[in-house]
């Protein structure tokens, strides 16, 4: 099956009422990884990838195992979206490589790191929608800043600083209807990466989880019921997977991630897509530490890169049913980027 426009895997979610993953990839055990558990669970996937995942897989790579997925698996409905796109030429990059979806994350600026302002946002927002819509090709947009920086993206704000940029309902309403975006990513106090809680317990020092402001998706779900919502920095962190990488010489105290149940109550109300990122990477890399630990002989890569493989899967099973996905890959048709051309009037 080719690759599919994202816009076509939010709507068909909308209409059944559960939440697609879309999964960060860097290489080939990702992809696969993925792609085994959706054909398992018979789930349609958004497969996304960063600007650091393209330059790190000198981004012909990884189209290319995009595309051998989708080879393999005919019968999985498989979006491939970029994430946390910075600029029209980003954009741009990725649409001439194939890409059937682009994130223009304008709520930065091109560096990444400072928040831009509103108006910035809706005109690099509308402009990529320009570019984009007369391909087929789906378009993300975000409203509010994250926490948190994975790999120089992100504005790195405080827990206080987040608190003043999550999404305002009201101008979420303007946003959508300003710039035509199919996706909205909201700001509610969720971030990237495994730390994703500054608030402590003031008498222990214990690390308590982050406050997520729910009330803000029921809101702008009750504004815009058809608005397709995006929560970034979802990932779960859980505990038995930290675990298993400080068992075997890992240091990584004070982690926390989103409960599941909370991105379920998200989907409830409107939430079509879930990035998942981090929980793939603890899982690889507790995977990868427990085969040296156990075997410091061993020097095959495939050796540790198939348990790893086999770690990343079993995150992927877990959020496709947890989100709701499972089962849904046979329930459409899929559409060409020429079919939704036409939806969008061209
Ligand atoms: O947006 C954050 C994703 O987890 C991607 O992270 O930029 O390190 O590839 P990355
Ligand atoms: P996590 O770091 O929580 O996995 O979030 C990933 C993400 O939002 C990618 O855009
Ligand atoms: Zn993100």
Do not use: W
């Amino acid at each position: 099956m080719p690759l599919v426009p994202m816009r076509q895997i939010l709507d068909e979610a909308a209409k059944g009422g559960y939440g697609v993953g879309a999964f960060n990839v860097n290489n080939m055990e990702q992809v696969q990884a993925i792609m085994e558990a959706a054909n398992e669970t018979n789930s349609p996937v958004i497969i996304q990838a960063s600007r650091g995942a393209l330059k790190y897989s000198r981004m012909i790579y990884l189209k290319k195992l995009i595309e051998a997925a989708t080879e393999e698996y005919p019968h999985i409905p498989v979006s491939m979206h970029l994430d946390h796109g910075n600029s029209i030429e980003t954009c741009k990059e990725a649409i001439d490589l194939g890409f059937t979806s682009v994130m223009m994350d304008g709520s930065l600026k091109s560096d990444g790191k400072t928040p831009a302002t509103y108006e910035e946002n809706i005109e690099i927002t509308r402009k990529v929608v320009e570019m984009a819509h007369p391909l087929g090709v789906t378009v993300e947009g975000e409203l509010g800043v994250l926490g948190g920086i994975e790999d120089g993206h992100g504005a790195g704000l405080s827990d206080e600083e987040v608190a003043d940029h999550l999404t305002d309902p009201n101008q979420a309403e303007d946003f959508v209807e300003k710039t035509g975006l199919d996706a909205l990513a909201v700001a509610i106090g969720t971030s990237h990466g495994a730390y994703k809680s500054g608030r402590k317990d003031p008498k222990t020092g214990e690390i308590l989880p982050p406050t997520l402001a729910m009330e803000r998706i029921h809101q702008i779900h009750e504004k815009m019921p058809n608005c397709h919502m995006v929560m970034h920095g979802s990932s779960s962190v859980p505990k038995e997977l930290v675990d298993v990488i400080n068992q075997y010489g890992g240091e990584m105290p004070g982690t926390f991630g989103i409960p599941v149940e909370q991105i379920q109550d998200g989907i409830k109300h409107g939430v079509r897509k879930v990035n998942v990122d981090t929980d793939s990477r603890l899982a690889c890399t507790g995977a990868i530490r427990k085969v040296f630990a156990e075997n410091p002989k061993a020097f095959d890569p495939r050796q540790y890169l198939t348990p790893a493989r086999d770690a990343m899967k079993q995150v992927y099973l877990d959020r496709m049913r947890a989100f709701g996905q499972a089962g849904h890959a046979g329930d459409y048709k899929p559409m060409s980027l020429d079919d939704m051309k036409k939806v969008y009037g061209y």
